[in-house]
């Protein structure tokens, strides 16, 4: 997945803003090609889990097909633990197997990183993330 170096900086700057509870967006695009970066209010408010409200999401998909884009991916934060999905990132991606799902991890404050995934079922897969 090639993502502008922008749009990764945007996602660790959220993170920062939003620990310790983790943050959670869309990401709009074209096939493999990250082009927008839509920040969403966590509603869970949670350092555990994150959740979209549902009037929120549909505004962001909006958004996104007016673009002339789709959802290529989903993000969310870890501000204690390593950029892995845990179940709970697996059982929510059971609606959404299309989009990458990035995961920006605090573990290292000093040291933030982003890993892509492509959860299908209970199949999860790495993806490479081209900064562009």
């Known amino acids: 997945m090639k993502v ?13 803003e939003d620990a310790p509870n983790e943050c959670c967006g869309l990401i709009g695009g074209v096939g493999d090609e ?17 959740e979209i409200d549902s009037k929120e999401q549909l505004q962001i998909y909006k958004a996104i097909l007016d ?3 789709d959802i290529v991916g989903i993000y969310h934060s870890h501000t204690k633990t390593a950029a892995i999905p845990s179940q709970t990132d697996i059982n929510l991606a059971n609606g959404w197997p ?8 605090l573990e290292s404050p000093d040291e933030p990183y982003i890993r892509g995934f492509r959860i299908k079922g209970h ?5 490479d993330i081209q900064a562009v």
């Open 67 to 69: 673009a002339g884009e």
């Open 34 to 50: 990250a082009k927008s970066l839509h920040r969403a209010k966590n509603k869970a408010a949670s350092p555990l889990r994150y």
């Open 98 to 105: 299309d989009p990458v799902y990035f995961i920006v991890s």
């Open 4 to 16: 502008p170096q922008s749009l990764l900086d945007e996602m660790i700057e959220h993170t920062k």
């Open 123 to 127: 199949s999860v897969e790495d993806v």
